[in-house]
């Protein structure tokens, strides 16, 4: 069974900076690219970072570019998003998913892929 479970969550002032971790199980990082989604409250869930480790493929929305970065770690099968120069406007539910990813312009969630309870990220002004 495919299981991720973000965390690293929390309250940060605008400038700060918070790193969230998503812990995965039933595949690895060689099976699936993977991604992190923000939801910001009354807004659509977006893909804000995606990677794959086969290629270092990776798509960056440009809402994030030059704040935000993902990495994996593969031995402990994480993946974890680093978030700079928070804005208010970061603020959401933060979510990891197996994704499709096509070079460096779409990803999408796995069509196969379960949304997990996400992790609060709120930046306060």
């Known amino acids: 069974e495919v299981q991720l479970v973000e965390s690293g969550g929390g309250l940060v002032q605008a400038g700060g900076s918070l790193r969230l971790s998503c812990a995965a199980s039933g595949f690895t990082f060689d099976d699936y690219a993977v991604g992190w989604f923000r939801q910001a409250p009354g807004k659509e869930r977006e893909a804000i970072l995606c990677i794959t480790t086969t290629d270092s493929s990776a798509y960056i929305a440009d809402s994030v570019k030059g704040r935000f970065t993902i990495s994996t770690d593969n031995a402990k099968n994480t993946v974890y998003l680093q978030m700079n120069s928070l804005e208010p406007d970061d603020t959401g539910v933060y979510y990891c998913?197996?994704?499709?990813?096509?070079?460096?312009?779409?990803?999408?969630?796995?069509?196969?892929?379960?949304w997990g309870q996400g992790t609060q990220v709120t930046v306060s002004s």
């Open positions: 998913v197996p994704t499709v990813l096509r070079g460096s312009s779409y990803c999408v969630a796995h069509p196969d892929a379960s």
